[in-house]
C-alpha cells in the first residue's frame, strides 16, 4: 500500500486500504496485480488514466515501425538490372526497413527454378556485410521469396581494466596474512 504522497504505509487488508483512501477523498487504484501482494496505491483515478495515456503516448513516438519492402526479380534479368535492384535493397536496409526478394515464375520457367534460387543466393552473398537473412529462399507455388533484415549495430564493447596487484605489507616470500572479521558487538 502507498500512499498519495509516495510514503509505504505496508500491508494490510483491502478494507482498511479503502477506508484511508475514502478518508483523502481519492481512489484506491490497483498499480501491480501480479506482484504477491499486489500493490495498490492512494490516489485520483483521473489523473492516474491520464499520466498512463500520457506515458503510452510517448513510448508510441519513440517506437520505430519496421514495413517489408518488396524487389521483384526475373530468372532472365540482366547483369545492369540486378545491380540496380542490388541498390535498392541497400538503400532499404539502410533506412532500417526489412526487404522481400521475389521471383515469380511463368510458364516453362518453372522447370528452372534452379536458376532462382541462384539469383537469390547470389543477392544474399552480395548484400551480407549489410543484411541477415531472416527467411532463406523458400518457394510457395510459382514464387520463390527470401526476406532480409538489416544488420543490428554492434554495441561497443568496453575495455575490461586491468585490476592492479594486492599492496601488502608482508615480504614476497611470505604467505599474505588470512582475513578475519571481527564478530559486531
Known sequence: MIDDEGQQLGIMP????????REKNLDLVEIAPTAQPPVCRITD???YLYQQEKKDRQAKKHQKTITIKEVKFR??????DYETKKNHVLRFLADGDKVKATIFFRGREMTRTGLGRQILERLIKDVEAQSMVEFR????GNTLHA????????????????KPAPVSASSPSEPPAPLVAKPAS
Do not use: C, F, M, S
Open 14 to 21: 483491502p478494507y482498511e486500504a479503502l477506508k484511508k483512501a
Open 75 to 80: 530468372i532472365n534479368v540482366d547483369d545492369h
Open 45 to 47: 483515478y483521473g489523473k
Open 137 to 140: 529462399p523458400r518457394q510457395e
Open 147 to 162: 526476406i532480409l533484415a538489416p544488420k543490428k549495430p554492434e554495441p561497443p564493447k568496453k575495455a575490461e581494466k586491468p
